[in-house]
């Protein structure tokens, strides 16, 4: 498997514009992970779905923020407007079931740059 | 509610040290927890997941420890090497809350030649 992809690798905006990350996780993984790294935060989880629903979203910044899983294999992070604060890396992660203890799996994360 | 500490926050050893890297966590019903690595600019690589159930688990110079009821864990890095250097972070997987995964700050490693 190619691990967990995510795209694009960089991503440069200006402020007010919408941004979508993507994500492709690993197949057969059933849970599936969006944080945001900064220096100041550090890891923070945003969001997180199993079976493609939606789990905890209680990270999510604001309303500008949103994330779907429309199949098991593709999964989007959408920020719309943007500002520079949501300059940061945004990672995505994918693990299979919790009660077989597998551990989480990174994409190679998206840095966005918000002018 | 579920918080990880990482301590120390920054370490800086000589090539060859033995070292150890803590983490806590709060609330001991935890699934797992998991050790990565992550060099600067880059994703994040898992290292050593231990279960719930277990103790430790080791993987050529690295050994991670799991008291669960006190709620700690520590990772070993046997003979540190430069290559070594990177940030470590902690995370555990939570039983009461969905199966979230929550990570720590992370130690920021040099290992100096």
């Known amino acids: 498997d190619a691990g967990v992809i995510q795209s694009p690798r960089h991503e440069v905006t200006e402020m007010g514009q919408e941004v979508t990350l993507r994500c492709k996780p690993i197949?057969?993984?059933?849970?599936l992970f969006w944080y945001r790294q900064t220096m100041m935060r550090g890891l923070e989880l945003l969001i997180y779905?199993?079976?493609?629903?939606?789990?905890?979203d209680s990270g999510m910044p604001e309303d500008r923020f949103s994330a779907k899983m429309p199949n098991a294999s593709f999964s989007t992070l959408k920020i719309q407007p943007s500002e520079p604060r949501d300059s940061a890396v945004y990672f995505c992660?994918?693990?299979?079931?919790?009660?077989?203890?597998?551990?989480?799996?990174f994409g190679q994360g998206t840095r966005l740059t918000v002018v | 509610k579920q918080e990880v500490t990482q301590i120390p926050a920054a370490l800086s050893v000589p090539e060859g040290e033995n070292l150890v890297l803590n983490c806590s966590f709060t609330d001991s019903a935890i699934y797992n927890l998991q050790w990565f690595r992550q060099d600067p600019g880059k994703g994040l690589t898992s290292l050593l997941l231990?279960?719930?159930?277990?103790r430790e688990q080791t993987s050529g110079r690295l050994n991670a420890s799991l008291d669960k009821s006190s709620g700690r864990s520590t990772l070993y890095i046997a003979a540190s090497q430069p290559g070594d250097s990177a940030t470590y972070l902690c995370?555990?997987?939570?039983?009461?809350?969905?199966?979230?995964?929550?990570f720590g700050q992370g130690t920021e490693l040099s290992v100096k030649p």
């Open positions: 992660a994918s693990s299979f079931r919790q009660g077989l203890n597998s551990g989480a799996f």
């Open positions: 197949s057969g993984h059933d849970y």
């Open positions: 231990i279960q719930s159930s277990q």
């Open positions: 995370a555990v997987r939570v039983y009461n809350q969905g199966g979230k995964l929550i």
């Open positions: 779905f199993n079976n493609n629903v939606p789990i905890d």
